[in-house]
């Protein structure tokens, strides 16, 4: 992640893994109006590759390019061991809602841009599934700020259980209902920017 500085300024920097942070070495690395090229994504595991070009003030921007590309992610930027899980029978709950027209469950993060969409708003969390009592949880947690979500479905209808210092499937439900709204742009309209 450390790029190799003793061949710096380069004119292309192109990463063959997957990164869910661009390092700040990258585009020191890069000179004004060169281009990096790598695949951004999440711990949900959702990704775009994506062309930056190097402005002289030490800040890089651009757009995805499409196609749902996925790269193995970096090992430095591998999520944390998931460890022991919360005692998900606690914490608040509620139903859970994606917008009145749209998905009001965890299913909808089986959708590749929605779940980008999704990690935009909960960057360092997981996501797993359990069998338990037999019904099937969709789990979301963040080890690092103890905050999780768990989602699952009675009926039709979906509620989720949060706890932690973070509201995480709360941030999910209001990054994807304002995606939503303008009619869930395509990820290759979504603008990047690094520093």
Same mark, same amino acid.
């Given at each position: 992640m450390a790029g190799h500085a003793a061949g710096a &300024?380069?004119? *292309?920097?192109?990463a063959t893994c997957g990164i869910v942070d661009l390092p700040p070495s990258w585009i020191e690395q890069t000179r004004p !109006? !060169? #281009?990096i090229l790598a695949t951004l994504g999440g711990w949900m595991y959702s990704s775009e590759l994506a062309r930056l070009t190097v402005h002289e003030d030490g800040t890089a921007s651009g757009r995805f390019l499409g196609g749902q590309i996925s790269f193995m992610l970096a090992r &430095?930027?591998?999520p944390p061991p998931l460890g022991t899980l919360p005692d998900l029978d606690q914490g608040n709950e509620r139903q859970a809602l994606l917008g009145a027209d749209a998905d009001a469950d965890a299913d909808a993060l089986n959708d590749w841009n929605t779940r980008f969409v999704a990690q935009l708003a909960a960057p360092r969390t997981q996501r797993i599934t359990l069998d338990r009592d037999g019904r099937t949880e969709h789990v979301l947690i963040d080890v690092n700020a103890g905050s999780w979500a768990a989602l699952t479905e009675t009926d039709g209808a979906w509620t989720v259980r949060q706890g932690g210092p973070d509201r995480i499937w709360d941030a999910i439900e209001d990054h994807v209902n304002r995606w939503r709204e303008p009619g869930a742009p395509e990820l290759d *309209?979504?603008? #990047?920017?690094g520093r």
């Open positions: &300024p380069y004119d *292309r920097t192109v !109006g !060169g #281009v &430095p930027q591998q *309209r979504f603008t #990047v920017s």
